[in-house]
């Protein structure tokens, strides 16, 4: 995952395809507004405008933070699954295996239907390479579960066989770890990586069980 640090306590993470997270050090709570909200514990405020009035339309919110006011608005459009309504059949049945093991273990802390899977189909049915966009909707489920402690170990055939192009590389590093330490990893995901030092490739992020070392 691409990320940028600036001194004055911002940090951006991309992953290079559908996923960016903005966060900021505590002592800029509740200081905060614009895109991405108002950052006080209160998610009702965050699609507060430039005018400071709370919209309940995202595009309506989004166009008020333009820069430049000359440029035109942008107009709601209609949900991907309407417009490739062939595509929503199979985005349902794809995005609804976060409700089904291993990623049950995760329900209790959060919720799959709090988002999650809408946002899923949303990139499925809107993403020409849809099975990318799966793998990264999927990703950012057990992301978050993992920022609250709770791992999920999911990219197998078993449960997400249409991520089955990164399993050799996956089973490659873990037959490393296990061979030279004795021990396994926990494989958490694959993000695309398109910074200018490295050039653009694939970083795969793992999870190393309690007293590993």
């Known amino acids: 995952m691409t990320s940028v640090h600036s001194p004055v306590g911002l940090h951006v ?5 559908t996923r960016a997270y903005v966060m900021v050090q505590p002592r800029f709570r509740g200081m905060t507004c614009g895109l991405c909200g108002t950052f006080n514990k209160n998610q009702n405020d965050d699609l507060t405008t430039k005018e400071n009035v709370v919209e309940k ?27 490739q309504i062939q595509r929503k059949a199979t985005a349902e049945k794809l995005c ?24 899923c189909m949303f990139d499925v049915c809107g993403c020409q390479q849809g099975t990318q966009c799966l793998c990264s909707a999927i990703a950012a489920y057990v992301h978050d579960c993992a920022r609250k402690g709770i791992v999920i170990e999911w990219m197998n055939p078993n449960v997400m ?5 990164y399993f050799i590389l ?44």
């Open 170 to 213: 996956v089973y490659l590093t873990r037959l490393f770890f296990t061979f030279f330490f004795g021990k396994d990893l926990i494989y958490l995901g694959e993000f695309q990586s398109n910074s200018h030092q490295n050039g653009s490739g694939s970083i795969l992020v793992w999870a190393c069980p309690h007293n590993y070392f």
């Open 57 to 83: 339309s995202v595009t309506a919110f989004g166009n008020s933070w333009k820069v430049n006011p000359a440029c035109n608005d942008t107009q709601p459009s209609k949900h991907p699954c309407e417009m």
């Open 96 to 119: 609804n295996r976060l409700l089904y093991a291993p990623f049950t273990r995760c329900h209790h802390t959060v919720d799959p239907s709090d988002g999650y899977i809408a946002s």
């Open 161 to 165: 066989p249409e991520c089955s192009e």
């Open 13 to 17: 993470k991309w992953d290079g395809v």
